[in-house]
């Protein structure tokens, strides 16, 4: 990957699908998790999609006043955590007000595991306010959970878990 660019598939400047408000929604091309019923197939190779400069997606977020918070989806946000986090410092910067939130194929305990050796994750973990994590299982699909596609994903409030020092997770 060039310095400085992110690899996704693509963006959607407004969604209420990507978690709570209106999204601004970065999804990242390739995943190593492949879950089987994926909803987004098209991410998982690597070689796919497009570089893109996060100056470029700063700029589309800065212009549009309805956007309440970032989602960083996917393919896996955590395969390109340097580029993600340099994103979020960017988008704190432009609007502080903005919440951040990523989804994952990883457990947040498998996550916390990997900034060991790549603290890349734990910078990026820092600096979101929320995580949906744990891969899409099929059978436990269930779209009744808002923002989640199966029963095992936790919608995890990273701020308040912090403050608290135990998990604390939203519905």
Sequence with gaps: ???????IAGVIRE????????RF????QGCPHRCPGCHNPGTHDFEGGYLC??????????????????????????????????????????NPELDILS??????????????AVPAVG???EVLDYLIDGPFLEDQKDLSIPFR???NQRFIDLKAS???????LRS
Excluded: H, W
């Design 1 to 7: 990957m060039e310095e400085n660019k992110l690899r």
């Design 15 to 22: 969604s209420i699908v990507d978690g709570p408000g209106i």
């Design 25 to 28: 929604v970065i999804f990242a």
């Design 53 to 94: 400069s996060p100056e470029k997606i700063l700029e589309a977020v800065a212009v549009n006043p309805l956007v309440s918070g970032i989602t960083f989806s996917g393919g896996e946000p955590f395969c390109q955590p340097e580029a993600f986090y340099q994103l979020a410092l960017g988008i704190r910067k432009i």
């Design 103 to 116: 989804f994952t194929g990883y457990t947040l305990e498998e996550l916390q595991e990997k900034r060991q």
């Design 123 to 125: 910078s990026l973990l």
């Design 149 to 151: 596609g199966s029963r």
């Design 162 to 168: 912090s403050e608290a020092g135990e998990m604390v």
